[in-house]
């Protein structure tokens, strides 16, 4: 079982006809957010890093209105879908029933599949 941390404090309910998901960062996505957070801090400063990471959290709490966006890589895993963000950041996450998780951001290329190994029977 994984332990997965809230997002978003807003209100969960009914959207123009849409119900909206819980959304949940797994550790390893908030922990990359921290490092992305600190990695740009060194280079560009913290307020520009503080700017970045918000946008961020922004796209990951919209996919709770409309979960079903992004690429299925069910090659990767099932259920897996993955959503590029201002061409240096790719958001891998799943969508159930009631959430959405986050289950990594990869920044600067990093791919999909290195992150997501698939099993080799």
């Known amino acids: 079982m994984e332990f997965l941390l809230p997002f978003a404090q807003e209100a969960k309910g009914e959207m123009n006809g849409q119900r909206e998901q819980t959304g949940l960062f797994h550790p390893r996505s908030a922990g990359r957010l921290f490092g992305l957070f600190d990695y740009i801090a060194s280079h560009d400063g913290s307020t520009r890093a503080l700017r970045y990471i918000e946008r ?24 897996l879908r ?26 600067g290329g990093r791919s999909a599949e ?8």
């Open 82 to 107: 993955v959503r590029g963000f201002e061409h240096r950041v790719l958001i891998a996450f799943q969508v159930d029933k009631e959430s959405v998780a986050i289950l990594s951001i990869l920044y």
């Open 114 to 121: 290195l992150a997501f190994p698939t099993q080799k029977a």
């Open 56 to 79: 961020i959290e922004k796209t990951c709490n919209s996919l709770q209105t409309l979960p079903e966006r992004g690429t299925r890589r069910d090659d990767l895993r099932p259920g």
